[in-house]
């Protein structure tokens, strides 16, 4: 089984800076893609930015040039660098991990609890 931890959530000014980390733990062959969302309450989750394990990164509409998606392999953590945070950046973020795990290498879609941004004067 693994798991998924999010950190680094809380409360900034706007104009301000965060920066979310997403660890997985167990007992991990490969991670294929780790992804951001962000989900208000009561509405679909939508994609932030994600990292490929080529290292290829996607990322929101709204969020380009203001966050980054980097990763430590070797600590199978991905982080999220928010800067320029604006009000309407403030939701729960969650992290989502893909890649195979266990003895026999299986696919597994894992997600975190997710982490709250608030962004406020």
């Known amino acids: 089984q693994v798991q998924v931890v999010e950190s680094g959530g809380g409360l900034v000014q706007p104009g301000g800076s965060l920066n979310l980390s997403c660890a997985a733990s167990?007992?991990?062959?490969?991670?294929?893609?780790v992804a951001w969302y962000r989900q208000v309450p009561g509405k679909e989750r939508v994609l932030v930015a994600r990292?490929?394990?080529?290292?290829?990164?996607n990322y929101g509409d709204s969020v380009k040039g203001r966050f980054t998606i980097f990763r430590e392999n070797d600590k199978n953590t991905v982080y999220l660098q928010m800067n320029e945070l604006k009000p309407e950046d403030a939701d729960v973020y969650y992290c989502?991990?893909?890649?195979?795990?266990?003895?026999?290498?299986?696919?597994?879609?894992?997600w975190g609890q997710g982490t709250q941004v608030t962004v406020s004067s």
């Open positions: 990292i490929f394990n080529s290292g290829t990164t």
């Open positions: 167990g007992n991990i062959f490969s991670i294929s893609v």
């Open positions: 989502n991990v893909m890649g195979r795990a266990g003895i026999n290498q299986q696919f597994f879609d894992s």
